[in-house]
């Protein structure tokens, strides 16, 4: 049963998912595209769109992985943000960053008590297999 802090790190998982994915669009075709009329780099918000149902659902396996894989877009953001000359690609690249942490948060915060229960019954069992020999 999941507490009100639970469902609150949950939404905010699938919230800033959501604004990463319309972020990175936005961003590479109308706020400050690398080339004039928009990019190909608005791309890169497609493999986002892949966890998000499995965020939506509560998919425990989706949430571990994709936590790794958000890992990508903040080293893009840090380094966009410290390397971009335009001032507002810079800003958008920070932005970037920040929204990562959130989902990143949000996405281990909720997993924790999963696996703190996973790891509970993996040490009854180890003690079961103990006391049995």
């Given at each position: 049963?999941?507490?009100v802090?639970?469902?609150?790190f ?7 998912l959501?604004?990463l994915?319309v ?14 009329g928009?990019?190909w780099?608005?791309?890169?918000a497609?493999?986002?769109?892949i ?5 939506i ?21 840090v380094v966009r943000g410290?390397?971009?000359?335009n001032s ?5 690249g ?7 942490c959130?989902?990143f948060?949000?996405?281990?915060l909720?997993?924790?008590p999963?696996?703190?229960a996973a790891k ?9 297999v103990n006391?049995?020999?």
């Amino acid at each position: 049963m999941e507490n009100v802090a639970q469902k609150c790190f949950h939404w905010g998982a699938i919230g800033s998912l959501a604004t990463l994915i319309v972020w990175c669009a936005c961003w590479e075709i109308m706020l400050a595209p690398l080339h004039p009329g928009g990019s190909w780099m608005a791309l890169k918000a497609l493999p986002l769109l892949i966890p998000l149902h499995g965020v939506i659902r509560r998919d425990i396996y989706t949430l571990q992985w994709s936590s790794m894989l958000i890992l990508l877009y903040f080293a893009e953001g840090v380094v966009r943000g410290y390397s971009d000359r335009n001032s507002i690609s810079s800003f958008l690249g920070w932005g970037e960053a920040v929204i990562v942490c959130v989902y990143f948060l949000c996405s281990v915060l909720y997993l924790r008590p999963y696996k703190q229960a996973a790891k509970k019954l993996a040490k009854e069992l180890l003690d079961k297999v103990n006391t049995a020999k």
